[in-house]
């Protein structure tokens, strides 16, 4: 199948259906080894950047432990890694997202169908039910949140309180972009497990699993060998044309903090109106500026330009939320942007 082909289609698959882990071994063999222990800790932040792996991780240690409920038995002490058999029925019903011993925090639909911008409250109390139940399942109950910067205030102290009591046999496997900016007394309740970018090898291999596509694929090779170690971003690049896009929004970050309106309207034009893949490459431009600006220079001499930085990017990820969520014209979402960016870096 072609790159091109794949990018029209959006064939990728969901991280439950994805049974192959691609890197990230050392992060595997903590979580085998933590359970096989028979002393796991209960919750665990599994954090980095976004597209690396980590919700396939997340799923994949998931399967595991529903598969393999006592963590003393022979095919646990003797697993070199956490896979388990497609096959296998466990495996059949988490990928179906029909295992009554797993639960899944993520967004959803609201009355209107329309995509929420953040996991509600009501939501995670569904975790209350869940591990106090006892008819649909027994031993382990795995509850998987993708992702927890996703929570919104209510939601996060209403997952903090079953963190802070958790029941017996119970795992928390919480999905991070920015493990910085999750509650502090969320994070001091779990084990961290920080994610390091993908090789692009790796890309190239998790990409081609999840579309489909020819290994040898040039476009592919382009893709990965620009996407910063992200499956997630070699995805949204595939075909050039989110490249491209994705080149014109770094040039005209360049230029900060004066910027050529013409320019902007340019790059509004080439978002199109409802084109979520040359959206995800915009705002995936600005994450990869953002955290340029966030790793040079003396950091704690510019902690007022970072804290401005930071907040400007917080509101940033928002309105591009409600942008995609609303279906809103994406010109003045580009306006916007620079706009707030120009005056964080004057």
């Known amino acids: ?89 466990v495996a059949r019903q988490i990928t179906a997202g029909a295992h009554g011993g797993l639960l899944v925090l993520e967004r959803g639909l609201n009355d209107r169908g329309v995509m929420r911008t953040v996991i509600t409250v009501d939501e995670t109390r569904e975790t209350i039910s869940f591990f106090g139940s006892t008819a649909a399942v027994d031993g382990w109950r795995v509850c998987i949140v993708d992702t927890v910067d996703e929570l919104n205030p209510n939601a996060a ?78 995805l949204a690049l595939l075909g050039g044309d989110a490249l491209k896009l994705q080149q014109r929004t770094a040039a005209l970050l360049a230029t900060l903090p004066s910027v050529d309106p013409r320019e902007l309207h340019a790059l509004g034009d080439a978002l199109g109106t409802s084109d979520r893949v040359a959206l995800a490459a915009f705002i995936d431009g600005i994450d990869r500026w953002m955290s340029e600006r966030m790793r040079t220079g003396d950091a704690n001499a510019n902690l007022p330009r970072l804290a401005r930085l930071a907040e400007v990017w917080e509101k940033i990820v928002r309105a591009a939320r409600d942008t995609e969520a609303y279906n809103l014209e994406r010109k003045p979402l580009v306006f916007s942007v620079f706009s707030m960016l120009a005056d964080a870096t004057r």
């Open 157 to 234: 102290n209403a997952l903090l309180k079953i963190l802070e009591e958790p029941p017996q046999q119970s795992l928390f496997l919480l999905v991070s972009h920015a493990p910085s900016r999750v509650l502090p007394t969320i994070l001091s309740r779990c084990r961290k497990l920080l994610l390091r970018p993908l090789e692009t090898s790796d890309v190239v291999s998790a990409a081609a699993a999840a579309t489909d596509i020819e290994a040898d694929d040039p476009a592919l090779a382009e893709a990965a060998a620009a996407s910063e170690g992200s499956v997630g971003r070699a």
């Open 1 to 89: 199948m072609s790159a091109r082909k794949v990018e029209q289609e959006n064939p990728a698959r969901h991280p439950r259906e994805t049974p192959d882990l691609f890197g990230h071994r050392e992060a595997e063999t903590a979580l085998l080894d933590a359970y096989r222990s028979g002393r796991i800790p209960h919750a665990w932040l599994i954090g980095g950047a976004q597209g690396i792996g980590k919700a396939t991780l997340a799923y994949r240690m998931a399967r595991f432990v529903l598969t393999f409920r006592n963590p003393k038995s022979s095919q646990v002490q003797a697993a070199p890694t956490l896979r388990v058999d497609p096959s296998d029925p």
